[in-house]
């Protein structure tokens, strides 16, 4: 007769949020320089309410990430475009083992703009959980 495996809370804790976050499709967004930052619904584009629940999700459990930052630039005609990367850390990481990361690509991509187009000065990341 085999024994039954034992009870693990931490596992079973992960799994529930894990579950949380991908039927709710969450991203997180941080717009600079205005420090806005939020949850959206990566699918609709609609804004998640803020709630402990999926904040203690996104950021207390380690999960794989997709990483996209973009900055969005305005020439002297007014044409707008925008430089794009998008990055994906190998492995599981909290949230807050993310920021070199993001930091040092925000700064390389920057740094890569014309700063005569990029004056307006928004740069956009958004940190989408990997399917």
């Known amino acids: 007769m085999s024994k ?9 804790l992960e799994r529930s949020c894990r579950a949380l976050l991908s039927t709710n499709h969450v991203a997180v967004v941080n717009i600079d320089p205005s420090g806005r930052q939020g949850m959206i619904n990566w699918q609709n584009c609609k804004n998640i309410p803020p709630g402990q629940r999926i904040a203690d999700a996104v950021c207390d459990i380690a999960h794989r990430w997709t990483i996209y930052i973009s900055v969005m630039c305005q020439k002297a005609n007014g044409e707008q475009y925008c430089k794009s990367v998008e990055i994906a850390p190998q492995g599981n990481y909290r949230a807050e083992h993310l920021t070199d990361v993001i930091e040092e690509t925000y700064e390389s991509l920057r740094t890569e703009c014309n700063t005569n187009h ?8 958004t940190c989408r959980l990997a399917d």
């Open 118 to 125: 990029s004056a307006a000065g928004n740069c956009t990341f």
């Open 4 to 12: 039954r495996k034992l009870h693990n809370m931490r596992a079973r």
